[in-house]
């Protein structure tokens, strides 16, 4: 790979394990920035999951709530639940940050909460906890999962942006947690070509117990990597309204 090429996918592991919204702004030839698309924005407020192109067991409710009035919930007993948008166009480069709150886990099965996938539904990657709680990623392309020391606690809120660049044997993961990248889970990996054409929250998988509560979910993407050279930098335009603040940290 040449110099550029490297830089490129440095860059890119620093700037999407950032703060709420991970960064995936460029640096064209010519200096000028380019921003990220921002691809949806939902925290919920609607009281209804008409932002997400399918749900499958996933309610907005009021119980548990990060802040506004409502907070979307997925509570999984054995069975799936989950939302799904469809992006309009692919993208090579997508984000997925979110508000998640842990209400229980057990069982002996890992739970995935975020997947992103190709626009025919293929996963590419996902992040799960594991039945200790800790962090993962699961590279769907080659099966291989890679679980960090980091644990998620029971009850709590926390900010989990998890990002990946689709580039062949060159591909990116990356995640943080609460503004802190997880150096274990932000690594060079292949996860084939095909690239990004929807992201999941919650379980669509059957077999796996617990209780999860989403809020303020940003999905940002970026189109062209063909000259860019990569700057870390937090886009606040992604963030929900009720997420301003934690976004500008």
Not at 65 to 86: E, H, I, N, P
Not at 95 to 100: A, D, E, H, I, P
Request: charged share 10%; with cysteine.
């Amino acid at each position: 790979m040449n110099r550029q090429g490297t830089t490129r996918r440095r860059a890119l592991a620093t700037i999407m394990g950032g703060a709420l919204v991970t960064s995936l702004a460029a640096i064209g030839a010519d200096g000028a920035l380019a921003a990220p698309t921002v691809l949806m924005q939902d925290g919920f407020e609607s009281g209804t999951m008409s932002a997400w192109t399918s749900n499958t067991g996933m309610v907005v409710q009021q119980s548990v709530v990060d802040s506004g009035l409502y907070a979307a919930r997925a509570q999984l007993a054995g069975s799936g639940a989950s939302a799904s948008r469809t992006l309009s166009t692919t993208y090579p480069a997508a984000t997925v940050s979110f508000r998640l709150n842990v209400q229980a886990q057990t069982g002996t099965t890992s739970v995935n909460f975020s997947k992103i996938r190709t626009s025919s539904g293929t996963a590419i990657a996902e992040i799960f906890l594991s039945t200790t709680r800790k962090l993962g990623v699961r590279n769907d392309y080659t099966g291989v999962s890679t679980t960090s020391t980091v644990a998620i606690p029971d009850t709590a809120w926390h900010t989990i942006s998890f990002g990946i660049w689709v580039n062949g044997t060159s591909s990116t993961t990356t995640v943080s947690l609460d503004g802190t990248p997880i150096p274990a889970l932000a690594m060079s990996t292949d996860l084939g070509t095909t690239p990004v054409g929807r992201v999941q929250i919650g379980e669509n998988l059957t077999g796996r117990t617990a209780d999860l509560v989403f809020d303020s979910v940003a999905i940002s993407g970026l189109v062209d990597f063909s000259t860019a050279v990569f700057s870390p930098m937090i886009h606040n335009v992604a963030c929900p309204a009720k997420l301003a603040a934690p976004c500008a940290r």
